[in-house]
């Protein structure tokens, strides 16, 4: 959402040679990407301090529009979470507090600081990069900012460990007017070049789209008509066994079906050896699983498992007269706890 709006502010933004600028248009599409993700701002913090330094009527600009649509957009914000909270809740600052002060995004991996300069930005450019390198020598000065922005971006990224793909996408709007500058320079090379992005990209969308990581959506549609075939449908349970948050919920099942996956909660205590419980069944899975479901009575009818766990559980599957009865395929680069399939187990 605030890549789109970052689209949409961008073309109201006052850069020379713009026939639709309007300050009060940009700030105000800023200012709600802000509240709805305040990440957004990153982006924002060289334009709008560019836009500030050109602008002669400095104070005015400051009082009759920043401070104005800050304050409301601000004032709105509090009054829906003093709504769904039922308290003050500056939600802005307790993202800051989680993700900077605190640094707890970390518990969900990290990497280097190099990370978005040597894997991220390439990955999300995709075949984009050399034609936006080529674009950059290319573009008027008067991009210049465009690309700062790019910059500025990636640095601030680069400096929070827990670092992913998707925090950058709002920069791909600024990247691809350098893509354009490129293409439109190729003159009698402009149409194989737009065939290759055109092709290149198809390709990768088609198959991460259709093909890659697929198993997770396909196990929980079978969950689904689980739950309209079975003929006993209060009786169903379904335990997921799989790296917490690997598949959707009841956004796909929209059924009251007892589930239950493994756990992950980021640690708010401080605790210096803190393990979830993913964490903890995964040192062990045998043992965990001995320990929780020591009553038979307790079972879930169903467990959904990816491929590479199945060995190692074998023996708890079989004294608990599991069965297979389906298999997904997810993916041809399984890694870590990650199998090429998913099986779905069905207690007998």
């Not at 800051?96 to 707890?104: D, E, S």
């Not at 909660?265 to 995964?282: N, V």
């Not at 590479?308 to 074998?314: D, G, K, T």
Request: hydrophobic letters at 45%; glycine letters at 4%; charged letters at 15%.
């Amino acid at each position: 959402m605030e890549t789109v709006l970052t689209i949409i502010a961008l073309f109201y933004y006052p850069l020379e040679g713009s026939k639709s600028m309007n300050s009060v248009k940009y700030s105000s599409l800023v200012a709600l990407a802000f509240v709805i993700r305040p990440t957004a701002i990153i982006p924002w913090i060289p334009l709008v301090f560019r836009h500030f330094w050109q602008e002669q009527k400095k104070l005015d600009l400051i009082l009759h529009q920043f401070l104005p649509i800050g304050f409301v957009t601000l004032s709105l914000s509090l009054i829906v979470d003093r709504i769904f909270f039922g308290q003050w809740t500056l939600v802005q600052y307790n993202f800051l507090k989680f993700n900077v002060l605190q640094n707890l995004g970390t518990f969900y991996g990290s990497h280097p600081w190099h990370w978005y300069f040597s894997q991220g930005f390439p990955a999300v450019l995709g075949t984009h990069l050399p034609f936006f390198i080529h674009g950059c020598f290319l573009a008027p000065k008067r991009y210049r900012i465009l690309l700062v922005t790019v910059l500025w971006t990636l640095l601030v990224y680069s400096m929070l460990s827990h670092k992913e793909f998707r925090f950058i996408y709002p920069v791909l709007p600024f990247c691809m007017v350098f893509c354009g500058y490129s293409l439109n320079h190729l003159k009698t090379w402009k149409k194989p070049a737009l065939s290759f992005l055109f092709l290149s990209n198809m390709l990768l969308a088609l198959y991460t789209g259709l093909v890659h990581q697929r198993g997770t959506l396909d196990v929980m549609t079978h969950v689904q008509e689980l739950c309209y075939n079975k003929p006993n449908k209060s009786s169903a349970s379904v335990f997921i066994m799989m790296p917490c948050h690997s598949t959707p919920y009841y956004s796909h099942v929209h059924y009251p079906l007892p589930m239950r996956f493994l756990q992950c909660p980021p640690d708010l205590t401080g605790k210096s050896q803190y393990l979830d419980e993913a964490d903890i069944f995964y040192l062990n899975p045998l043992n965990w699983l001995d320990k929780e479901f020591h009553n038979d009575s307790t079972l879930p009818t169903h467990l959904i498992i990816f491929s590479i766990l199945e060995e190692e559980i074998s023996t708890f599957l079989i004294s608990s007269n599991y069965e297979r009865t389906a298999v997904f395929f997810h993916t041809h680069l399984p890694e870590g706890r990650t199998g090429s399939h998913i099986y779905v187990y069905e207690r007998k």
